[in-house]
């Protein structure tokens, strides 16, 4: 390179930049351009990605909630049908307690009937003991029998099917009873048929 030549690349490198009307640099100006283009590019892409975060946060919150429903909605569930399970044994359990009272009352009419001289056959004997185990046996299922005679006439537990004027006993006692009536774990399984003085 001869030295003419660097002389005018020296002189092309010394030139002023160019000033634009306003006096603003015209180079610096085109630099700025990219540099807002790509800060809008930016929050743009950040806009969007809140949006997806908040459209994510309320899929979310919504599953959650679904969620929580079903866990309510199956607890629920559980809890009613044992509570219908419960309810169907008592139901089986009752019955069949109410189909073996008439064979109760059976055994203390056969009983009532026996003279004190029978009272001592061995066949009475085994027929009152095995009268007394079903007893201890219905007792144990928590069947008690209903008191009646001498007490006043309740009817939650009696079915006064009788009324006599009797003034030797306080208005409204019961003075016979001609069915024994049972509980069953406090509940009536079968109501005292009584005779009640007025």
């Given at each position: ?69 079903s866990l309510a909605e199956f607890d ?11 309810a169907r044994f008592e139901m089986g ?98 109501y005292s048929m009584v005779k009640v003085?007025?």
């Open positions: 390179m001869s030295k003419k030549e660097k002389k005018e690349k020296e002189v092309k490198t010394d030139a002023p930049e160019k000033v634009s009307p306003a006096g603003e640099d015209t180079e610096s100006k085109e630099s700025e351009k990219p540099e807002k283009e790509t800060g809008k590019v930016k929050s743009e892409q950040g806009a969007a990605a809140g949006a997806k975060l908040e459209a994510a946060q309320a899929q979310i919150d919504d599953l959650n909630d679904r969620l929580r429903r629920n569930y559980r809890k009613r049908t044992d509570a219908e399970k419960a359990e009752r019955s069949v307690i109410e189909q073996m009272l008439p064979v109760v009352d059976n055994f203390e009419r056969g009983l009532a009937t026996l003279t004190d001289d029978q009272k001592s056959d061995p066949f009475a004997d085994g027929m009152e003991k095995t009268y007394r185990h079903l007893m201890t046996a219905l007792e144990g299922l928590g069947v008690k029998p209903i008191e009646a005679v001498g007490k006043p006439f309740d009817p939650n537990y009696h079915n006064a099917v009788m009324h006599v004027e009797d003034e030797e006993q306080p208005a409204n006692t019961v003075v016979e009873e001609f069915q024994k009536g049972y509980t069953m774990n406090g509940t009536v399984v079968r003085a007025n």
